[in-house]
Each structure stands twice: as C-alpha cells, then as structure tokens.
C-alpha cells in the first residue's frame, strides 16, 4: 500500500517568505507526527495530532511555526517569515494510534528539504 | 521530560554481534520503546518495539531490563548494508500530552 508522502521533496525560499509543507498519512491511521532534522543532527520532535487535533503545540519553534490537519488525513506546517535557521528536512510520520501501547509504530515520509537563502 | 542517551558512534565488523544501548529516564509508563534505522536521505524505518524483556523479530532483538530505564538493540552478524544510524524512540507523558523523544542517534559503521 502506500507510505506516506511529502511534498514538496525540495523547496529553496527566500528569507522572510512563508512556506507551507504538506503530509499525507498512511489512510486510516489516526496519529500524525512532524520532525525537524537540521544537517547532521537528530530528530526533533515538533507536534502530533490525534485526528485533527494537536494537543500540545509546545514542541513548535516559534511563533512563525503553525500546523492543522483537516478530515483526520492531510497536514500542512506552516513557517512564516522563513529565517536561515529553519533550514532542516521536515519529516512528517503517522501510526495507527497515537504512543501508549503497541500501535504506534511510526512510519516516516521521505522528508521536505528546506533551504532558506 | 524523557532524556534519551546513545552512544554517538560504532564501528564494527561483518559477521559480528552488534549491540546500542539507549538510556531513556522518565519513560511513561504505558509507553512502548522503539528502535528505528535511517540512511542518508530517507526517513527513519521501524525495526523493532517493545514494552518489558526481550523481544525479537527477524532482524533484531530488543532487551528491556524490568525498570525500563534503558534499552538495548542487538544485531546479530551485521553486513555492510546495516551501516546506518540507529536511533531509539520513547513517547514522554507530560502534562497528559505526549512528547516524542528521539535518542540522540548512533552512526553505525559496518567495516569489511
């Protein structure tokens, strides 16, 4: 079956620009994660959805950062005002349920490449 | 919140017995621990989860010691194609939300 997917696999934007960064889970699964992997480091971890909501939103960057998810499927992340810093492969992931017992094993999409110039 | 230790990087030989060690404190409770293998470019892929014990599948085998505080993935006679990073995942209960808290990874080199 399908994995989940990314779009776009690339994007170069200007300083100050918005960008929006698309995911589309895994149908049927109920939990969505986005990542942030800047060159050479780990996974952060920046927001999970429950169906269509995000119960904490504490994990974003900054105030430029927004996320939704609509109809329990597609989520966008949205940067505002794009700065050099938020260039990182954004990772987008869903698993049948969200953590707690063994449903929730995360599958990855193959990531959006930011570069801010 | 969870703080998740790995050992930074591995090197190893073809054939050997690979093991990564994870230390995860304040793991929640009802929270499983997963293991998960990235190469350059891709997303992470799921190799391996479990609660308590050992656990094993047709890659790998996961020992959770009974306090849960750490973890420990083993790869039996590891090739060249296992050169990879290897990161442990646990989920935080904080506030009764999650946080999901990738280990600080470990580069696996596999040498001939």
């Known amino acids: 079956g399908a994995g989940v997917s990314q779009s776009p696999s690339n994007k170069v934007t200007e300083k100050g620009k918005d960008v929006e960064l698309r995911c589309d889970p895994i149908?049927?699964?109920?939990?969505l994660y986005w990542y942030r992997q800047s060159l050479g480091q780990g996974l952060e971890f920046l927001i999970y959805?429950?169906?269509?909501?995000?119960?904490?939103k504490s994990g974003l960057p900054s105030d430029r950062f927004s996320a939704e998810r609509t109809g329990g499927s597609v989520s966008t992340l949205t940067i505002q005002r794009t700065q050099q810093e938020d260039s990182a492969v954004y990772l987008c992931?869903?698993?049948?349920?969200?953590?707690?017992?063994?449903?929730?094993?995360?599958?990855f999409g193959p990531g959006t490449r930011l570069t801010v110039l | 919140l969870a703080k998740t230790t790995q050992p930074i990087s591995m090197d190893s030989y073809e054939g050997q017995e690979v093991n990564i060690t994870c230390s995860h404190n304040?793991?929640?409770?009802?929270?499983?621990i997963t293991w998960y293998q990235q190469f350059p470019s891709q997303g992470p892929r799921f190799i391996i989860q479990?609660?308590?014990t050992k656990v094993t599948n047709e890659v790998a085998s996961l020992f959770i010691p009974a306090d849960r505080k750490s973890s420990t993935l083993s790869l039996p006679r590891v090739s060249l194609s296992d050169t990879a990073v290897y990161y442990c995942?646990?989920?935080?209960?904080?506030?009764?939300?999650?946080?999901?808290?990738f280990g600080t990874g470990t580069r696996l080199k596999v040498l001939a």
């Open positions: 149908s049927g699964h109920t939990a």
């Open positions: 479990g609660y308590k």
């Open positions: 992931a869903s698993s049948l349920e969200v953590a707690g017992g063994p449903y929730n094993e995360q599958f």
């Open positions: 959805f429950q169906g269509n909501s995000a119960p904490d």
């Open positions: 304040n793991i929640a409770t009802n929270d499983y």
């Open positions: 995942l646990v989920g935080d209960m904080y506030s009764g939300t999650y946080k999901y808290i």
